[in-house]
């Protein structure tokens, strides 16, 4: 049925001007009306908008959040978008700011061959995630459980044999790949690397305690970004139900050391853990642990919007984007508002340039498009792991996470990078689409530091929907090498700092063929009944396909 003809275009450089003639939706087509409406100058003014100082930084729970959210829901009724909870454009999230401290600065470890003394911060830390005013554990016994993973798919269990309620366990970062190729996914972190997993997993065993081994490449930061990170009050969510041990924290490498000494054991049995086959072993150390809480309680808001599917409204196709950053902190070079423009006022406005195409796509889609302005990612992902647990839309009919954090000013490029590249089919789409831009596609440079875990998708990937996170490669195309340093030169440094704020240096263009290919990947999707799914070596793959039984 498909008039063939047309396609000769396709791989020609920007076949943008190639349009299929037929009434049939053809995914080798680019739809140049749809493509033309993602704009420049309308992208660069949602950006400078929403990084500008007026939106404070855009923290959750402060007026930035309230400027922000409703700035948001007026784009998405300006843009013609629907209302995406019931009849209102907001879902609440609520959280809770936990300040958590150890009553004594000192944790003092009982061995059987000594006591072991250790400072808070300097050597430790440790926190809860538990509703309780006070956290007392006169004693616990401690456990060396390895990596702390279970993934029977990897023929691993480090929890086999023993019983951990009641007690501490200390486990490793990372996963058994990064030391023996032939292991896990070698180089690649899976999500059993991750020191979020080993606190999940410990809660699953019944552990009171979890003690993460930081050790500086393995985690892939230092023991100061522990540390500060761990110094200050800790966002969570209130209606999450998840278990959680009493207790969370890390210890220094030095003191893992010093504690394996005291419980008269090699420091060795850190590389036999390392090796398949490796038992937990109890240390014959216990200590006593006791922490003070204090709460704060306050709702912020994701802000969602819809375009109905015209045949199957019921299935989704969901692109996200977080709209908070870090409001105003320690002042740098005399600013002290942290605008968060790459990170992610460049998502968001995406958003709306995104929804404007599907808008005027000759093809409306006949899945519906939700489009979701995600709130509290930099505190841990919160926003979008709430949407996750209370999804407006079933999950087993949302057919993908398209998520966009961060797009670089860098200028154009010829390449595109996928954050976790072989975890999903999406992969597949985005090879498609792309090269119907003239661009080729490559997993990120580094898949050790587990950045696929990290951004709002996961959260969609842990309830088995697939989940795409994509960013501009590094091969730029312009060979104005004097145009590239000084672009080069305004965006170095940015990350996370008040500097991170539209300059005129920045290019823009590339960002706009970025946004053009995660159009052209969810329109594709939107027109299809099928649903992709994680790929055969994901380890999320089983979870996956339960979720599309259900
Ligand atoms: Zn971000």
């Not at 044999?161 to 032939?182: N, Q």
Request: charged letters at 20%; hydrophobic letters at 35%; aromatic letters at 12%.
């Amino acid at each position: 049925m498909k008039n063939y003809f047309y396609t000769f275009c396709i791989g020609a450089l920007l076949s943008m001007s190639c349009q299929s003639n037929t009434n049939n939706f053809d995914p080798n087509m680019l739809d140049s009306t749809a493509l033309s409406t993602i704009s420049e100058a309308s992208y660069k003014k949602y950006v400078s908008d929403l990084a500008s100082d007026e939106f404070l930084g855009r923290k959750p729970f402060t007026k930035g959040d309230t400027l922000t959210t409703q700035y948001i829901e007026k784009q998405f009724k300006d843009l013609g978008l629907l209302p995406g909870n019931g009849d209102s454009y907001f879902q609440e999230v609520p959280m809770v700011e936990i300040t958590s401290k150890p009553t004594e600065i000192r944790l003092i470890f009982q061995g059987s061959k000594g006591n072991l003394t250790v400072n808070n911060l300097d050597d430790y830390v440790i926190g809860t995630r538990k509703i309780n005013e006070n956290i007392t554990i006169p004693s616990t016994e401690l456990v060396f459980a390895g990596f702390g993973i279970v993934a029977p798919e990897f023929g691993w269990n480090d929890y086999e044999g023993i019983d951990v309620k009641g007690k501490t366990v200390v486990v490793m970062v990372s996963d058994p790949g990064r030391y023996d190729k032939e292991l896990f996914k070698a180089d690649t972190m899976t999500y059993y690397g991750r020191w979020r997993y080993k606190y999940e997993e410990a809660a699953r065993q019944g552990a009171t305690g979890v003690l993460i081994i930081h050790d500086t490449p393995a985690a892939s930061y230092g023991w100061d970004v522990v540390r500060s990170g761990w110094s200050g009050p800790q966002l969570n969510l209130t209606a999450d139900q998840a278990p959680v041990p009493d207790f969370e924290g890390w210890i220094s490498n030095q003191t893992a050391h010093n504690l394996f000494q005291i419980a008269g054991l090699e420091p060795s049995l850190m590389d036999s853990a390392k090796k398949k086959g490796f038992k937990a072993i109890p240390m014959n150390v216990s200590t006593n642990v006791s922490l003070q809480n204090t709460f704060r309680y306050a709702n912020s808001t994701n802000v969602i919007a819809k375009i109905e599917g015209t045949k199957r409204p019921d299935e989704t196709i969901i692109y996200t984007a977080h709209w908070d950053h870090l409001g105003i902190g320690e002042p740098v070079n005399g600013d002290s508002i942290y605008n968060g423009a790459v990170d992610n006022a460049a998502g968001v406005a995406a958003l709306f340039e995104i929804a404007k195409a599907f808008k005027a796509a000759k093809h409306q889609p006949e899945r519906s498009i939700i489009f979701i302005a995600l709130t509290a990612e930099e505190e841990g992902l919160l926003g979008s792991s709430h949407y996750a647990n209370n999804p407006i839309y079933p999950l087993n009919k949302t057919v993908a996470n398209l998520n966009m954090d961060a797009f670089s000013p860098q200028g154009a490029t010829k390449d595109v990078s996928i954050v976790g590249y072989g975890q999903t089919e999406i992969d597949d789409y985005v090879v498609r689409s792309a090269a119907k831009f003239g661009r080729t596609v490559h997993g990120e440079k580094n898949p050790a530091s587990g950045g696929f875990y990290r951004s709002d998708h996961f959260n969609f990937v842990k309830k088995g929907v697939p989940g795409l996170f994509m960013g501009a490669g590094s091969e730029l195309i312009s060979t104005d090498s004097l145009a590239n340093q000084t672009r080069a030169k305004a965006l170095a440094g940015r990350y996370h700092s008040p500097a991170d704020q539209v300059d005129e240096n920045w290019d823009f263009a590339g960002i706009i063929e970025d946004i053009r290919l995660f159009f052209d990947i969810g329109y594709t999707m939107s027109q299809e009944k099928t649903f992709p799914q994680f790929k055969q070596k994901s380890e999320f793959r089983e979870l996956g396909e339960k979720r599309l039984s259900k």
